[in-house]
């Protein structure tokens, strides 16, 4: 299988979707198109060659033809066949990989702070089945309805094909259900859990699994160690009391669930890029 590789800011832009019906006995033409062509198929089978390379496309399934392939339908569909279609382009330069990736942990290549975007690296299947088929096939549905039509549908129609992107991102990772479940406690116990000195050993222990396992839970699921994810959740906190309260840093280190403001006050820093009362000053400003 082969991957599309591109970096996100910004999405690919879509141009144009729609949804169609291939008649029995009828085949997709051959042409070489300039920009990428996803087509889902909601029911039936449709046969396409791309590159030389042919493939069966059947309900759930999708394929992502790539801009300057050959393709065209090397044989004639057996029943009637439905399919959505949405074409779009990328706004950089994009790659094909052999290789996926495995987890969120690989796909963002830098954080972001106050001025610069947090930088991720897709890499989507070029073809691949839908699991969530009900979630993809509405997002279609949105983005092909014409009965709804307003002057800003254009740009809707955008927010919904970014949806679609992410989700098939998200898919190629293959995250199971158990993954999700203990990735969901963990998050759970950790919210509750946030003011006390607890240790992975303690998770493990309430959780029942070994600290690693639930380590690589959530980095497949969510690209954060437990331990990543407890500091962000406490610099959360923190930065609801700066806002909303006159608290000195001390209590709020405190009710953030760290003992130390020195080091309340370096950690805050290095992942807001500002310190503490800066930030208390910033949105002071903007109420």
Not at 38 to 65: A, C, H, M, R
Not at 237 to 243: T, V
């Amino acid at each position: 299988m082969s991957y599309i590789g591109f970096d996100i800011p910004p999405f690919p832009t879509f141009i144009k979707g729609g949804d169609a019906i291939f008649k029995k006995g009828s085949k997709h033409f051959k042409r070489i198109f300039t920009v990428f062509d996803l087509i889902y198929v909601q029911s039936g089978e449709l046969y396409i060659t791309e590159n030389s390379e042919p493939f069966t496309i059947k309900d759930g399934q999708f394929i992502i033809l790539t801009p300057g392939f050959e393709h065209y339908g090397h044989k004639s569909c057996k029943e009637d066949t439905r399919v959505f279609w949405c074409h779009f382009k990328m706004e950089g330069a994009f790659s094909l990989y052999r290789d996926g990736y495995e987890n969120w942990a690989e796909i963002q290549t830098r954080d972001g702070d106050f001025v610069v975007p947090p930088q991720f690296q897709f890499k989507i299947p070029a073809f691949g089945e839908c699991l969530h088929r009900d979630f993809v096939e509405k997002i279609f549905e949105n983005i092909t309805r014409l009965d709804h039509q307003t002057p800003d549908f254009p740009l809707r129609q955008q927010i919904y094909f970014q949806e679609i992107v992410l989700h098939l991102q998200k898919e190629s990772l293959k995250i199971s259900s158990a993954a999700e479940k203990v990735v969901e406690d963990t998050l759970r116990y950790i919210r509750k859990h946030y003011k006390e000195e607890k240790k992975m050993e303690d998770v493990a222990k309430e959780l029942h699994f070994h600290p690693d396992y639930i380590t690589r839970c959530m980095q497949k699921t969510m690209g954060v160690t437990p331990v990543q994810y407890l500091t962000q959740y406490r610099m959360e906190q923190a930065k609801r009391l700066l806002s909303t309260t006159d608290d000195k840093i001390s209590f709020i280190a405190k009710e953030s669930g760290i003992q130390d403001p020195a080091y309340f006050t370096k950690i805050f820093k290095r992942l807001e890029g500002v310190s503490p009362l800066e930030y208390r000053k910033i949105v002071s400003r903007k109420k």
